[in-house]
């Protein structure tokens, strides 16, 4: 791992992408992360600071717990790249329904 | 940076006839892109569709693979942007009980901002994000 805090690094990697998974649907402690997953807490608290230094993650104290969840709006910058490429080949294969239909 | 993104449609017309739309040039034309593709493996092609400011867009091509009437493998680069690198488009055609599914799959290396900021490369596709975001 390079010290790249990029967005689409630290999606790059299927653990990561499962983790912001969850996170998405509630905040959740790093204990409670790591019982979904077969990885040590150490591999745990290291895969959240890469989501975190991407700024795809947000974390608050509570009480002694410290707890994280996903930041979408980051996301939003990947899916707004991919959104060009939908648009053109949704837009083309629209029209190929259309001349298929038209043909005999 | 490395991405793969796949599109997939089910049209009620039997494989043979989809087929057809995907490598006749004129039905190309029509849907596509204006072409001058021929189904010769190796062959460069041709596309040219209107860049939006009164311009003309051309794509660069080639026929990488072609085993009618399932499959086909382009290359695909925009004119001008050749520091880019190449990107790949695969067409896979399968019958369905209704018809015919198409899926295209684009892949490559691509945006010249996000390739500045990422050094490494990762496969995903698009509907990974879509379920992130809950679309």
Known sequence: MGKSTDVFHAIADPNRRRLLSLMMAREQSVTELKSRFDMTMGAVSQHLKVLSDAGLVERRSAGKQRLYRTRAVALKEVHDWTEQFSRFWQSRLDRLGDVLDGEP | ?135
Request: charged residues 30%.
């Open chain 2, 1 to 135: 940076m490395k991405f793969e993104l796949e599109f997939e449609r089910v049209y009620p017309h039997p494989v043979e006839k989809v087929w057809k739309a995907l490598t006749d040039p004129r039905l190309l034309g029509k849907w596509l892109m204006e072409t001058d593709f021929a189904p010769v493996v190796g062959r460069e092609f041709n596309m040219w569709c209107d860049d939006g400011e009164g311009g003309t867009d051309r794509y660069i091509c080639k026929l990488l693979a072609l085993e009618p009437p399932r499959y086909m493998r382009w290359s695909w680069l925009l004119d001008g942007s050749q520091h880019l690198g190449e990107t790949e488009v695969t067409f896979r055609l399968e019958e369905t009980g209704t018809g015919t599914c198409l899926s295209i799959v684009h892949s490559g290396d691509r945006d010249p901002k996000i390739i500045e900021a990422f050094k490494g490369g990762w496969p995903w596709k698009m509907e990974i994000l879509d379920d992130l975001l809950g679309q």
